[in-house]
């Protein structure tokens, strides 16, 4: 089982690769994103290296691990999503020249801030492996 995060943003690029990182090692770690990753041509398997400064547990001292999630960066555009999402209209509704409801996407306030957003960014980890768990949701949270 895998669960995604999803985050909307108006641009991104990778001058914000070093704040990202800046932020993540504030979380009591120290961790390096691998050295090719790029926002223009990622997508897929994203590896990190990770130490635990003051890990709870005495056998994860001192040890380097390697965790990762799946990255993806794609456009979004929010009205496409709209006229994907609005259902066809029936034989008697075109017959009757009836209008569909207006559909929306979350809900109008949060539509009203995602139409702006050009790229939705999606942090995809395993349930399976808590370290993916720390590193995907915590970088969602960052961005």
Known sequence: MSLDLNVYVKKIDDSIIPKWIERMNQFDMECEIHPDFSFNDHSGFLPFKIRLNNPKNEELKDKEFISDFEF???????????????????????????SNKKVEYANTEIDSKLADCKF??????????????????LSSAIM
């Open 72 to 98: 993806y960066k794609d456009e979004f555009d929010l009205q496409k999503e709209l006229e994907s999402l609005q259902p066809k209209k029936s034989f008697f509704q075109r017959l009757m020249n009836k």
């Open 120 to 137: 939705v960014l999606t942090f995809n980890w395993g349930s399976h492996n808590s370290l993916e768990l720390r590193m995907s949701s």
